[in-house]
Nanobody
Framework: QVQLVESGGGLVQAGGSLRLSCAAS????????LGWFRQAPGKEREFVSA????????SYADSVKGRFTISRDNAKNTGYLQMNSLKPEDTAVYYC???????????????????WGQGTQVTVSS
């Protein structure tokens, strides 16, 4: 059993920045891929970013590439998503997720992630 809890969301003006955190607790032994997804009102949940356990491999959706940065501190069992140059279209509920599988690539599919946080709201005003 693993629990993931996101924090750091809020209201920010366009062009501003936020850093989201994802704290893992419970059974956190082993290695896992950290993923971030988001869901805007009336839209499907979409992939944002992912990072391997070692941090040597990362993946970003085209819509956030160059603006968002994923990171993790495994000693603290915490993942992060630094969001810069925020746009109104970034408004969504952001979810972190963990993939505990043995695959050797960073999946962008929701079904490949085993555990999910409750989500944190990010609102970007124009």
């Amino acid at each position: 059993q693993v629990q993931l809890v996101e924090s750091g969301g809020g209201l920010v003006q366009a062009g501003g920045s936020l850093r989201l955190s994802c704290a893992a607790s419970g059974r956190t032994s082993g290695t896992y891929v950290l993923g971030w997804f988001r869901q805007a009102p009336g839209k499907e949940r979409e992939f944002v970013s992912a990072m391997s356990w070692s941090g040597t491999i990362t993946s970003y959706a085209d819509s956030v590439k160059g603006r968002f940065t994923i990171s993790r501190d495994n000693a603290k069992n915490t993942g992060y998503l630094q969001m810069n140059s925020l746009k109104p279209e970034d408004t969504a509920v952001y979810y972190c997720a963990a993939d505990w599988s043995t695959r050797f690539y960073l999946s962008r599919l929701q079904t490949d992630y085993n555990y999910w946080g409750q989500g944190t709201q990010v609102t970007v005003s124009s």
